[in-house]
């Protein structure tokens, strides 16, 4: 059984830092590129951050560039995501995804070529 778990969200204030943390289990964690997604009430889940399988390539949206860093450790099969500078439009529930290396055809902001997701967890950024 797949399981993805995030953790670290938590109420800060703007210009604070938080990492992010997502552990898997019952994958094959090196076949699969990760993503972080996030969501606010009533909005559609929009992509935060990429990497690649090998952890090579990564992406991410023009809002957090400079302030977010993705990586990842293999051999524990981790994600995390680190985020400094916090500002209020950053609140949101944060999930992390994952989807087989063999996807890279689809764009990687595109929550339906992710094949496994964890629950979120939550970030709030006072200001």
């Known amino acids: 059984q797949v399981q993805l778990v995030e953790s670290g969200g938590d109420l800060v204030q703007a210009g604070g830092s938080l990492r992010l943390s997502c552990t898997t289990s019952?994958?094959?964690?090196?076949?699969?590129?990760m993503g972080w997604f996030r969501q606010t009430p009533g909005k559609e889940r929009k992509g935060v951050s990429y990497i690649s399988s090998s952890g090579g390539v990564s992406y991410y949206v023009d809002s957090v560039k400079g302030r977010f860093t993705i990586s990842r450790d293999n051999a524990k099969k981790l994600v995390y995501l680190a985020m400094n500078n916090l500002q209020p439009e950053d609140t949101a529930m944060y999930y992390c995804?994952?989807?087989?290396?063999?996807?890279?055809?689809?764009?990687?902001?595109?929550?339906?070529?992710?094949?496994?997701w964890g629950q979120g967890t939550q970030v709030t950024v006072s200001s």
């Open positions: 995804a994952a989807r087989l290396k063999t996807a890279y055809l689809s764009p990687w902001s595109q929550a339906g070529s992710y094949k496994f």
């Open positions: 019952g994958l094959n964690f090196a076949d699969y590129a």
